[in-house]
T-cell receptor
Framework: DAGITQSPRHKVTETGTPVTLRCHQTENHRYMYWYRQDPGHGLRLIHYSYGVKDTDKGEVSDGYSVSRSKTEDFLLTLESATSSQTSVYFCAAAGTGLTGELFFGEGSRLTVL | AQSVTQLDSQVPVFEEAPVELRCNYSSSVSVYLFWYVQYPNQGLQLLLKYLSGSTLVESINGFEAEFNKSQTSFHLRKPSVHISDTAEYFC?????????????FGAGTILRVKS
């Protein structure tokens, strides 16, 4: 058990509505990541966190924001969802710099109608 | 920036046959390479990794990958596959960011094992 849980696991929403996905970890990992998975693209990094209140952008950050107020929680927010944000979102965590293992949650499937 | 290319989007193979999933990476002074596996409706799990040392790395379930610097490749192989190996496999490389590292993933290869 990697100790990473995501909620909700499935969500259907309408264009223009705000959406927040939550990632919770129990292993006190320093680094946390949000990726999106789309067919033919693999996983692409949205945002990441390198400590409490410390976050930075990944390669596909437009339209997304994140917050990390506690070590264990990393929130991903879509301020105004669009159909292009329909995807499967994965949270991941790592202790030190990724030369070790990256632990993944089971994913959150978001559909924007 | 580092990148990886997985050359096959899908690989169908019969049970007990050998398989090779191909991965090429962008050349760099130092490189750390990974293979992750994703079973249906699950997150990704680390299969094996190359950080340094022996160029041949193995997983506990019979997969192996060889780091080839001259060909910038890190192909994944298994001499005899099982139905349970059906999954999507991702090659990944570490890329350095301003405040830490990230994994850059290839597009994935779906391995379909047929009986």
């Amino acid at each position: 058990d990697a100790g990473i849980t995501q909620s909700p696991r499935h969500k259907v929403t309408e264009t223009g509505t705000p959406v927040t996905l939550r990632c919770h970890q129990t292993e006190n990992h320093r680094y946390m990541y949000w990726y999106r998975q789309d067919p033919g693209h693999g996983l692409r990094l949205i945002h990441y966190s390198y400590g409490v209140k410390d976050t930075d952008k990944g390669e596909v950050s437009d339209g997304y924001s994140v917050s990390r107020s506690k070590t264990e929680d990393f929130l991903l927010t879509l301020e105004s969802a669009t159909s292009s944000q329909t995807s499967v979102y994965f949270c991941a965590a790592a202790g030190t710099g990724l030369t070790g293992e990256l632990f993944f949650g089971e994913g959150s499937r978001l559909t924007v109608l | 920036a580092q990148s990886v290319t997985q050359l096959d989007s899908q690989v169908p193979v019969f049970e007990e046959a050998p398989v090779e999933l191909r991965c090429n990476y962008s050349s760099s002074v130092s490189v750390y390479l990974f293979w992750y596996v994703q079973y249906p409706n699950q997150g990704l799990q680390l299969l094996l990794k190359y950080l340094s040392g022996s160029t041949l790395v193995e997983s506990i379930n019979g997969f192996e990958a060889e780091f080839n610097k001259s060909q910038t490749s890190f192909h994944l192989r298994k001499p005899s596959v099982h139905i349970s190996d059906t999954a999507e496999y991702f090659c990944a490389v570490i890329d350095t960011m301003e405040y830490g590292n990230k994994l850059v993933f290839g597009a994935g290869t779906i391995l379909r094992v047929k009986s």
